[in-house]
């Protein structure tokens, strides 16, 4: 049997192999062929399976025998020359066939996965920002913890303000018949916070309590549900007004916040802003990460098949259209809220197929040039992390895990190859 490979462009190989005469009479290729084919064939005075390879073969159909020892040794070529060349396929092969004259030829293409070569990964330049809290961002938060402890109190006379709760019965029409999910009761609503139709809440300021109003508006052009641009009108009555009350800022406050080492206004801010200040050296280390890694791939040179894009493509849009769904809304719909053609989404979902496996081809190379690997032992000892961390026992945490140890591993890899780049290039503020 004669074989050669070829590497051709795009992660795609080619496998020719040649059966010549003596391999399709070869003894030990006879007799497997006729013990597979065996195991389907009843001879009398023998179990199924069990008769001599000469009344088998007396029995099998010459071209079945034929066919089968030739499968047999392309599958053997296929499978030395995988281990021979360290192939890694993709996908299942595709088998052609050249030749059935003198000599059975067939060709295997097989697609690989993705390729990286690597450019520069070492001794590359990224700076940190800086970060600095300003008052007006402690302000801010300061501002924020003292709304979440709004409380409200009942309006019994005045009117609806900007601010205020309005509890609501409300009734849409379209060309003045009802449409689905227009109407709601006992609805509450925070006058100002814009989460209706645009003009909606602003026609409400100034009814009264158990006033009667209506309201005209116009849906936005991308709303969904056939309703884009068209004129409604809501029929409302208003129940029921509430005023938020913010409460003082002053150390009473600090200290019902409950946050350990705060009694002040004054320890209550400095606590926010140590806050600001670690979320923002965070979000610049992640920053400065995500550079180095974007100009580490930049570096690299991906080779990829189409059919593997496409793949990763179409699984990215799948994914996308199950978490809409599972938030109540079509893939249909989504397009028409947004104004978004659905050329342009696959276009952005093959973009973000092509970086991300590139980026998670390059770390896996630096991987493999560099030697980097996670042993039992450190998988053993995230596990554990894992399980103190949740107090549960380690047993019970490698029983959740145990069908995704290999991801696992995997995501404990590239952490190592992320943290070899930071100690490798120049990360200076």
């Given at each position: ?65 034929v066919e089968r020892i030739r499968t047999n040794l392309i599958n ?354």
């Amino acid at each position: 049997m004669k074989t050669n490979y070829e590497k051709l462009e795009n992660a795609t190989s080619k496998l020719n192999i040649v059966i010549e005469d003596s391999d399709m009479t070869d003894k030990e290729e006879l007799n497997k062929a006729l013990e597979q084919l065996g195991k389907n064939i009843t001879i009398p005075g023998f179990r199924k399976g069990k008769a001599p390879a000469n009344m088998v073969q007396s029995k099998v159909n010459p071209v079945e025998l034929v066919e089968r020892i030739r499968t047999n040794l392309i599958n053997k070529a296929y499978r030395e020359a995988i281990e021979k060349y360290n192939i890694r396929p993709a996908f299942q092969p595709s088998l052609k066939v050249l030749n059935e004259e003198k000599e059975f030829e067939v060709e295997i293409e097989i697609i690989t996965y993705p390729e990286v070569t690597l450019g520069a990964y070492k001794d590359i330049e990224v700076k940190k920002d800086a970060v600095e809290v300003t008052d007006k961002e402690v302000d801010d938060k300061v501002q924020e913890l003292l709304n979440r402890s709004a409380e409200y109190e009942i309006v019994e006379d005045g009117i609806l303000e900007k601010g205020n709760i309005a509890i609501i019965d409300f009734e849409g029409f379209v060309d003045g018949v009802p449409f689905e999910g227009g109407s709601a009761t006992n609805y509450s609503l925070e006058i100002g916070s814009n989460t209706f139709i645009p003009g909606f809440e602003d026609q409400l300021i100034g009814m009264k309590k158990e006033e009667d109003g209506e309201v005209n508006v116009t849906f936005p052009e991308n709303y969904g549900g056939g309703l884009a641009n068209k004129a409604a009108v809501f029929k409302v009555k208003l129940h029921e007004i509430k005023r938020k009350v913010i409460p003082e800022l002053n150390d009473e406050f600090a200290k019902e916040a409950d946050i350990e080492g705060v009694n002040t206004v004054a320890d209550l801010r400095k606590h926010l802003e140590n806050d600001l200040l670690e979320t923002k050296k965070r979000n610049a280390e992640n920053k400065q990460q995500n550079e180095l890694i974007e100009k580490v791939c930049a570096n690299a040179t991906l080779e990829i098949n189409d059919k593997y894009v496409e793949r990763d493509t179409e699984a990215l849009l799948q994914d996308f259209k199950l978490r809409l769904q599972q938030q109540g809304l079509s893939y249909e719909d989504y397009l028409k809220m947004t104004g978004t053609k659905e050329e342009d989404l696959n276009k952005q979902a093959r973009e973000e197929s092509l970086r991300s496996t590139k980026q998670y081809f390059t770390l896996n190379k630096i991987a493999e040039v560099e030697n980097i690997t996670v042993s039992d032992e450190d998988l053993e000892a995230e596990l554990q992390k894992m399980a103190d961390a949740n107090k549960l026992p380690l047993e019970k945490v490698k029983e959740y895990l145990k069908n995704r140890l290999d991801s696992f591993r995997t995501d404990l890899r590239i952490n190592k190859v992320l943290e070899f780049l930071k100690q490798n290039n120049k990360l200076d503020a």
